[in-house]
């Protein structure tokens, strides 16, 4: 931040009082390439665990375990709100959508940024997710929230995927990696 601060107060010296600065000079200095949401119940469901978000070379590294869950699919989102204080969950709001789309497939082009599909329990109520994702940029996602829905996402009804209520809820944060 000190640095873009100084290249910022450089430039405008070297532009002078006599011109208006019109265009705004984009830095990104985001420095972190590993996020991590702790996932905690919503209500007494009972289901908690963990995701992280890692910088990969075809996109962002998504790596989850949760358990606690009824065996199947379960939606999986990230929502607009890294906010988990109401007792259904619906205080994170709905899905994450910075470019205006519709609800899709993880694979999909066309999809909101929170749209990672499914996570499919076992038996023993245990469910991992590993895939890198495409869509995914931790720069737009750091303190938004994890969302794990009691029903399936279908990947096409809009705007939510069908998913039903919400069992777990997180946010993401910057993850310790030292
Ligand atoms: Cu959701
Ligand atoms: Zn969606």
């Known amino acids: 931040m000190k640095l873009t601060s100084l290249f910022t107060a450089l ?15 984009e830095i990104t200095n985001f420095e972190h390439d590993e996020l991590v949401a702790t996932v905690m119940p919503v209500g007494d469901s009972g289901v908690a665990g963990s995701v992280t978000f890692t910088e990969s070379e075809n996109g962002v590294s998504v790596e989850g375990e949760f ?6 699919n379960h939606g999986f989102h990230i929502h607009e709100f890294g906010d988990c204080r109401a007792a259904d969950g619906t205080s994170a ?10 609800h899709g ?6 999809r909101h940024m929170g749209d990672m599909g499914n996570i499919e329990a076992n038996e023993e109520g245990v469910a991992t997710v590993s895939y890198v994702d495409e869509t995914i940029s931790l720069e737009e996602i750091l303190g938004r929230g994890i969302i794990i829905h009691a029903g399936e996402d279908d990947l096409t009804s809009q705007p939510t995927g069908a998913a039903g209520g919400r069992i777990a809820c997180g946010v993401i944060g910057i993850a310790q990696t030292q």
Not at 11 to 25: A, D, I, P, S
Not at 105 to 110: G, S
């Open 93 to 102: 709001g709905g899905h994450f959508n910075p470019a205006g789309n519709d």
């Open 67 to 72: 358990s606690g869950l009824e065996s199947g």
């Open 11 to 25: 430039l405008l010296m070297t532009v002078g009082c006599t011109q208006t600065v019109e265009k705004e000079v």
């Open 105 to 110: 497939a993880p694979t999909d082009e066309m």
